[in-house]
């Protein structure tokens, strides 16, 4: 950065200037080399444009949202809290709301009392304050393959080694697993067994029993994130892993997905030294989340919304699930495959890779899926190493924010930018 | 931790039990040794016992929020937003927000277009990104001696080497910082230079403008925190550090003294390539502000409920601040001096130390003011080092939390523990 003069104007370009010195280099910390924006963050900006039907993002539907209930909730809050509604507070969280986050959890199989809970900024808040006492720079931190990009946005700061561990139909292989905590010390694992980010697989009954085994056997924690699990559309709920193995596992959840994203509320029950340093953690972070937000939750759960809710939005999202799986059945070519999970927000397809032929490449397919007006995330964005010619070759569909005739013309679309790119590819 | 069973109690004590294992040690990010829990937030959690009248915190006096006003704002906000307020929005900021704010920095002499503005989770939010995109661990950060905790507590997780500059009445003085920067390559300075806390001290005019002529000399990023400046109860503004070297200086302000702070609405103007990666960061953190919170504060900003409601609070402020020191001016023995600043929420007591006396132990102090019914917080955790004399002879005081008559009391109380602890030490 050149020396300027105290009234310079910060968009001058001093480099326009004849004798101007060149910009020295502004020295950032090494950690942000590992910060790279993401690619997912373009991509995103790209399907914003009104001329694009977006499959690419993880929006809950607007119309989940209870507008209507925000005034009351918010008349409630003043006239129960008061002033405390809006000055700081604790860094655990808004006491009314961990009061009503109790009996929340415990109906998902997650005992824990209003001491035990703690509130975050999302449950990326979590993420961010886990690796933040968890990870120091080199060690291992077990991923599944393909995983959640916003852990990775979250733990990459903090310098983790990834070892990634295989996966099918039924989540993550519990083989792989133990094969991995044999060989190295690791901080922890980070899974999201039901309806998982990007794929919507879940981890089956069995498995679920045979990692809490191996989490206990190793005396080794998993970071359980927990957002997807209230929107299950068919089949019975699983019991989260903290259930099976309570003091090797942080479970995460959030509101996102059942109130409101933009309060950023999320939650957290983690074993009680791991609690005792996120507290710590989130006091240099941002102090507390947003009392507001947290004084409408705890209205909002403690009124029995959430619960009297939560059928609708069900009802909103299961057409929409199976219009995509209608639409991917009826304009996919040859050579596809996709998952059908029973609940989230996310299908994951496959597109044909190996068998000697070349495997498509789904970054290619973006920009042409985008030229005719649909977007999508490819796949690769999702793995810690996403040049195998599977992951190059898979794609992430959001089903949750459009409607089913126009999940049904986004295919449509997108099968017309397949047909060319197979084409190209021959 | 020892394996336990699938169905074991997470409360239960394995150790109890005859043949249990050891517990075996969780091992912690090597940074979490950076980041014990602060003395300063168990002083406040004595003090915030109903029998002890409380000058340790930093609270905004809760009668300065606008309650009248929220049920009008949220209604202007559903109607103008709708399900837009309650859905994921960008990390830079919600975007009527960052409009919103660039005329109110401009008031105050920070030139910013709404795209130069970020919008961050209170000030803390902001002070936990700069650590993270500019602090290598052994990376030189210049504080003011004594500095904000706060500060401490978000960069101390990335691993700085502090240095401390001399501040004096005027606050920090020019030829240290310069002997500083000539000898070190430093990743910033931090410093707030009006209304410091702990102090209450305000950088002169003069100043300022060799502070800025020496960091474009140095080519160094001065982190300017300013939560203070718009509570001013006498005296003409200064122009922000950041309105002399717009290239050098992050410059950060907060809602949270003149609208709520439990909203954690802050904003920060940073050089564009900082800025650039301070929102790579907050997608990993908690990918940004409650939009509730944002879409609230751009209503109350537009409004202009802030410009209207200040003069109200400064009301509120000026005689309270002036009734703390009228306090110790009547009831301090001989040997204690005080800040008497311009504005903000803090006065800063220096007790006696040196002269061939043994100094005044502010710990001490503290225990038995507390038995008295009085907090205050003992100086020394405002230092990197606070073991010298003069760091454990001081004392921080809060008077925007308590009326005058409760002000006069909690002094009178306070002397007499002095009075005690004079004699002990004698």
């Known amino acids: 950065m050149p020396n300027s003069e105290p009234n310079s104007e910060p968009n001058s370009e001093p480099n326009s200037e004849p004798h101007a010195q060149p910009p020295r280099a502004r020295r950032f910390a090494r950690r942000t080399r590992a910060m790279e924006a993401s690619a997912i963050r373009e991509i995103l900006k790209v399907a914003a444009s009104p001329d694009v039907i977006s499959l690419a993002g993880g929006l809950p539907a607007p119309e989940s949202f209870p507008l209507d209930l925000m005034p009351g909730l918010l008349q409630a809050v003043l006239t129960r809290h008061g002033a405390a509604a809006l000055q700081y507070d604790a860094s655990e969280g808004f006491r009314p ?15 824990a009392t ?3 809970v703690l509130v975050t900024s999302g449950s990326q808040g979590a993420l961010d304050g ?3 006492v968890l990870i120091s720079p ?6 599944e ?7 990775l946005q979250a733990f990459n700061p903090y310098g983790p080694r990834y070892v990634q561990v295989e996966t099918d139909e039924e989540g993550l292989l519990p083989a792989s697993l133990e094969a991995v905590l044999a060989r190295e010390r690791v901080a922890f694992v980070y899974a999201v067994p039901t309806f998982q980010n990007p794929t919507g697989r879940t981890l089956s009954r069995e498995r679920r029993i045979q990692v809490a085994r191996i989490l206990q056997q190793h005396d080794t924690l998993l970071v359980e994130d927990d957002p997807y699990s209230d929107l299950r ?4 709920a699983l019991p989260p892993v903290r259930a099976l193995a309570p003091e090797h596992v942080v479970y995460l959840g959030t509101l996102s997905k059942t109130f409101a994203p933009g309060l950023r509320v999320g939650f957290c029950v983690a074993p009680a030294e791991v609690q005792r340093l996120l507290v710590i953690a989130r006091q240099g972070v941002d102090l507390h989340t947003s009392t507001l937000s947290q004084a409408l939750a705890a209205e ?4 029995g919304h959430l619960d009297a809710r ?3 939005t069900l009802d909103l999202y299961r057409p929409r699930r199976q219009a995509l799986l209608d639409a991917f059945e009826r304009h996919l070519p040859e050579g596809f495959r996709w998952t059908r999970p029973d609940g989230g927000m996310f299908l994951w397809v496959q597109g044909p890779h190996g068998h000697g032929r070349p495997p498509l490449d789904t970054e290619r397919l973006y920009q042409r899926a985008v030229l005719r007006g649909v977007a999508f995330v490819p796949g690769r964005h999702f793995y810690v190493d996403g040049d195998s010619p599977a992951a190059r070759a898979s794609m992430r569909f959001n089903f949750t924010a459009s409607e089913p005739e126009i999940l049904d013309h986004a295919v449509r679309l997108l099968a017309e930018a397949i047909d060319e790119e197979l084409a190209a590819q021959a």
Not at 138 to 143: A, L, R, W
Not at 145 to 151: M, S
Not at 300 to 303: I, N, P, S, T, V
């Open 97 to 111: 709301l961990r009061e009503a986050l109790a009996p929340h959890l415990a109906a998902r199989g997650v005992e």
């Open 114 to 116: 209003a001491e035990q």
């Open 130 to 132: 886990i690796g933040k």
């Open 138 to 143: 080199g060690d291992v931190v077990v991923m």
């Open 145 to 151: 393959a393909p995983t959640y990009l916003g852990a």
């Open 233 to 236: 559309y068919v089949g019975e």
């Open 300 to 303: 909002y759960l403690e009124g």
């Open 310 to 312: 939560l059928p609708a």
